[in-house]
């Protein structure tokens, strides 16, 4: 499930990229073409009218210098409508306005030129400082109207009076530009697509070898330690994908590595378990030998008679505990799996090890489910034992089915509980917790009903006058909770410990509720 999620999401991730690259290409290509567009049509916008504006202050000069000289000042209507017509002829379409002091002639009579001269430009051109131009919007359209004063021919270039403009239409100008300006805008949708197929192309080459990259990162994540990339070429992505075999190279030799010692390890603490159990066996019958003797012994011989014994019973149980800790790890372990009642398991597991009258119970009657009894043994013992060695009365075992898929077994006791770095290290191998949380063999009592077998299972044994039976729980291990926890794994389930409200610690055995139909 993580696994394709994590496939999924690298699927995205290139995918994100791929539309980025993409974006950025196309807005990239569009601010491009829209800045070209936006400059292109303001250069020509004012070359065009420059062009206008100059043709038209030229040729008003031109004409009136040309018509002027033979007009009598000051002027009647009749001279100053014949004035303005002369300078008409030559300027084209364009209207001709002659003013002279309350005079005012036109060389069209029925344009409307109020609305297109302003008195800025009246203003401006009276002022006798030359040749005036002001463009000008009249009814929606755009007019270039140019204002000059006649002066006098003498040397003093003084002012007669008479003003001439000139109206000059600027729609062609106008729809000129904006017919460039249409062109160009038409021209930037082509750009744009030209630059999104040269996007999905970068993008291809981009991104193909960053998939192929992805794609050999999740099967190494996945272990498969041979996954390797093709590096071609010698850019920033070949330098990448040869890092990356060269990282997979060394990882993949240093498993190699890990896992040749690892197997050496645990051969050779099936070895020396195997060897050390035909001595513990002949050792274990001299010490039960002695500590059935030990009432005829004196009392300092007794007493180290009883201690050969108990500590020969702890080494058993280590001993007999590697080789099941080194069963899992060789993957060697396989559930025996039955129809169990585990009321009548959890009962049957703490009358061998007489803990009956020490273990208060609490046992749903009817659930039953497909389990290896022996093993669920080895986690209700090692629980149970747990609790009365580390903990305090009243030690209470409760088997429940809260939901319709899972059955829950709790172990819980009265003592000083488990500090939080304790609880995240009680299943590791070999941990002793707190000293604080220990009791003493005399305090605990440790009637262990047996040591464990080789295959896992605990065997019947007495009990000694000091509370160590033979193949009793000691001291303990150090590997029994480890041992409990992969039990609980090979079913599917698992152990938790938490603190109880009212002091002490709980462990929590959670599996999974398979019924015997299920299982059929």
Do not use: C
Not at 185 to 191: E, L
Not at 357 to 370: C, F, I
Request: hydrophobic fraction near 40%; glycine fraction near 10%.
């Amino acid at each position: 499930m993580k696994r394709g999620a994590v496939r999924r999401g690298s699927r995205r991730l290139v995918g994100g990229l791929r539309v980025r690259l993409v974006v950025t290409f196309v807005l990239v290509a569009l601010v491009s073409a829209v800045t070209a567009t936006a400059l292109a049509y303001r250069d020509a916008r004012t070359a065009v009218l420059q062009r206008t504006q100059n043709t038209a202050v030229n040729d008003l000069r031109e004409r009136v210098a040309a018509v002027g000289a033979g007009l009598d000042l000051p002027p009647d209507q009749r001279s100053l409508s014949r004035f303005a017509a002369k300078v008409s002829e030559g300027l084209g379409a364009r209207i001709v306005v002659a003013r002279h002091q309350d005079l005012t002639a036109v060389s069209d009579a029925y344009a409307d030129t109020e609305g297109r001269i302003t008195a800025e430009l009246r203003a401006a051109v009276r002022s006798g400082d030359g040749t005036r131009f002001q463009r000008v919007q009249w009814r929606g359209d755009p007019y270039l109207v140019v204002g000059t004063p006649v002066t006098y021919a003498d040397g003093d270039r003084r002012t007669s009076g008479l003003e001439v403009f000139v109206i000059t239409d600027l729609r062609a100008e106008r729809d000129d530009t904006a017919a460039l300006l249409d062109s160009v805008r038409t021209g930037t949708v082509p750009v744009v697509v030209l630059a999104a197929l040269l996007a999905l192309l970068a993008a291809g080459t981009v991104l193909r070898p960053v998939r192929k990259l992805g794609r050999a990162t999740r099967e190494l994540a996945a272990g498969d330690l041979g996954s390797r990339v093709a590096v071609r070429g010698h850019d920033e992505l070949a330098d990448l994908a040869r890092t990356f075999n060269e990282t997979a190279d060394a990882l993949q030799a240093s498993d190699a590595e890990l896992r040749a010692q690892e197997a050496k390890a645990r051969r050779f603490v099936a070895d020396v378990s195997h060897e050390l159990r035909t001595p513990l066996a002949a050792m274990t019958m001299v010490a039960t030998v002695l500590e059935e003797d030990a009432d005829q012994l004196p009392p300092d011989a007794a007493h180290a008679a009883r201690t050969v014994g108990a500590e020969t019973a702890r080494l058993s149980r280590l001993v007999e505990d590697l080789m099941e800790i080194s069963r899992f790890d060789a993957g060697a372990v396989r559930l025996d799996a039955t129809v169990t009642d585990l009321a009548d398991t959890v009962r049957a597991s703490l009358a061998l090890r007489g803990w009956t009258d020490r273990v208060g119970v609490e046992l749903r009657e009817d659930v039953r489910a497909v389990v290896d009894r022996r093993r669920i043994d080895v986690i209700v013992a090692n629980l149970v034992g747990n609790a009365l060695r580390h903990g305090a009365p009243p030690v209470t075992v409760t088997l429940a089915a809260p939901g319709g898929d899972r059955v829950t077994l709790e172990v819980a006791d009265r003592g000083p509980g488990l500090p939080p770095e304790a609880r995240e290290r009680v299943f590791d191998r070999f941990y002793k917790a707190d000293a604080a949380r220990t009791r003493s063999t005399s305090e605990g009592g440790d009637r262990g009903g047996g040591g464990l077998g080789e295959d896992g299972s605990f065997g019947q044994g007495g009990v000694g006058q000091d509370g160590f039976g033979q193949g009793g729980f000691g001291q303990g291990s150090g590997l029994g909770m480890a041992i409990a926890l992969e039990n609980a794994r090979l079913h599917g389930g698992t152990i938790e410990v938490a603190e109880r409200p009212e002091g002490g610690a709980v462990f929590t055995l959670r599996l999974p509720l398979r019924h015997p139909e299920e299982d059929a």
